[in-house]
């Protein structure tokens, strides 16, 4: 069970008290910024700086009247301030506040997501460099294609994960924006230089245009990199679920001690974390759709986007979170089983090489039609008969008038087809983070 809020770092920061802090930070900027432009006396800001607070349980009691959660945090802090408090909020309207405190929110989400996608990097690299020459086969279609290694199968999801952190990256560059322009965008009541400074004090740059929000392009380019995100721990699970298959079982899912894998069948060692993973990263799909739709509003504003927005984005960072910590922890302690890779490679006696073979027969004067049939022949001879492509090609006589036994024994090498494997694994280097 997945909790929608749960106890860790990333969760904390979407609970009620966390936003309102984070609004209450806001406001003591604005308060800041208007008194170092002379907007409200410095006494004043100074007041409130030095006495805002909040009450979580007296604002939920004032909201339960008011049904406005800017307006009931704006009381409740205002108790606490007294005559000053007349200048709280002075000039802005709900979404100065609550956007800007948003991307905050959102950026202070994205510096966890950064060092767990920096961690799973880290974990695929060393696996990677590990498993470099752990021969396995290739698959395509699911059907045994060429040989590989489980090395390379790292290094593309760590160049892969790689991209995703630039992608993090980028969208924190976007969403690092603030905006204090007022009830649609004109700074009827603010100004240019207040945002500028606002913003400043914030660590935020200001939005260059906005109505009354901030435009959800911004926010919908960041659900969409955590969506990608996951489809690719989603594609590293499905990986561990398929060659964990019974008939194929290269690798495992860590198996506590103790651990049960089913009810009614104690043989079953199931792919359940895999497969959380994957059920996961659907929803987390699943929230680009919303994210999208919120880009368009009505005129200057409408809220149809801000109760999807309580919803979609804490659950895509926390949903993200929790995957990339349970996908490192099956990358770090996978079951490897190299006899069953050296089995399975060498199935239905090295149809694997047919390409080569193909090659081979065609560099020595065949046609492509005729050793592309030859070939083909003894493989899916080989695979209808459970036999060996090896000695139905060996048995072929205009094979053996082309190629002699030696020769056709150095084609059914593995080695061949792995030597550039170092040069990908040497690519390695060039990812930093």
Excluded at 99 to 104: F, K
Excluded at 143 to 159: D, Q, Y
Aim: with cysteine; aromatic share 6%.
């Amino acid at each position: 069970m997945i909790p929608r809020y749960t106890n860790s770092e990333i969760g904390k920061i979407w609970e009620d008290e966390s936003k309102f802090k984070y609004w209450l930070e806001v406001e003591k900027a604005v308060c800041k910024a208007q008194a170092e432009l002379g907007i409200i006396p410095k006494e004043a800001a100074e007041d409130i700086v030095r006495k805002a607070q909040f009450d979580l349980e007296g604002i939920n009691r004032i909201e339960s009247r008011t049904h406005h959660d800017v307006i009931s945090f704006l009381t409740n802090v205002s108790s606490y301030i007294g005559e000053s408090s007349r200048y709280l909020h002075y000039g802005l309207t709900s979404s100065d506040v609550g956007d800007t405190a948003l991307s905050l929110q959102i950026l202070d989400a994205i510096n966890i997501i950064e060092k767990k996608a920096g961690k799973i990097i880290k974990t695929l690299k060393n696996q990677a460099k590990k498993y470099k020459d752990i021969v396995m086969v290739g698959r395509t279609h699911g059907v045994h294609a060429e040989p590989i290694t489980l090395g390379l199968k790292f290094s593309v999801w760590v160049f892969e994960m790689a991209r995703n952190l630039d992608r993090i990256t980028q969208s924190r560059e976007n969403i690092a924006y603030g905006k204090i322009s007022g009830a649609v965008g004109t700074y009827a009541n603010t100004s240019p230089e207040l945002e500028e400074k606002v913003c400043k004090h914030l660590g935020l740059k200001p939005a260059p245009a906005s109505t009354q929000i901030l435009q959800r392009d911004r926010h919908a380019q960041v659900i969409c990199t955590l969506a990608i995100c996951g489809a690719t721990l989603e594609k590293i699970a499905l990986e561990v679920r398929g060659l964990q298959r019974t008939d194929v079982k290269e690798v495992e899912e860590p198996f506590a001690v103790g651990q049960k894998g089913s009810s009614a069948m104690p043989h079953k060692k199931n792919p359940i974390i895999c497969e959380r993973v994957c059920g996961l990263s659907r929803i987390l799909r699943s929230n680009v759709v919303t994210a999208l739709e919120n880009i368009a509003l009505w005129h200057e504003r409408d809220i149809s986007h801000s109760s999807a927005e309580r919803i979609i984005i804490p659950d895509s960072f926390i949903l993200l979170d929790y995957m990339l910590g349970k996908t490192i922890f099956v990358v770090e302690n996978l079951n490897v089983i190299e006899s069953n890779m050296k089995r399975n490679l060498m199935k239905y006696g090295g149809i694997i090489f047919s390409q080569r073979v193909l090659l081979e027969l065609i560099n020595k004067g065949m046609s492509r039609e005729n050793a592309y049939s030859l070939v083909q022949s003894a493989a899916l001879k080989a695979w209808k008969e459970e036999g060996s492509f090896k000695t139905n090609i060996v048995n072929e006589e205009k094979v053996l008038a082309c190629l002699g036994k030696d020769e056709l024994e150095e084609l059914f090498d593995a080695k061949y087809h792995l030597r550039y494997i170092d040069k990908i694994i040497n690519r390695l280097e060039d990812i930093s983070f």
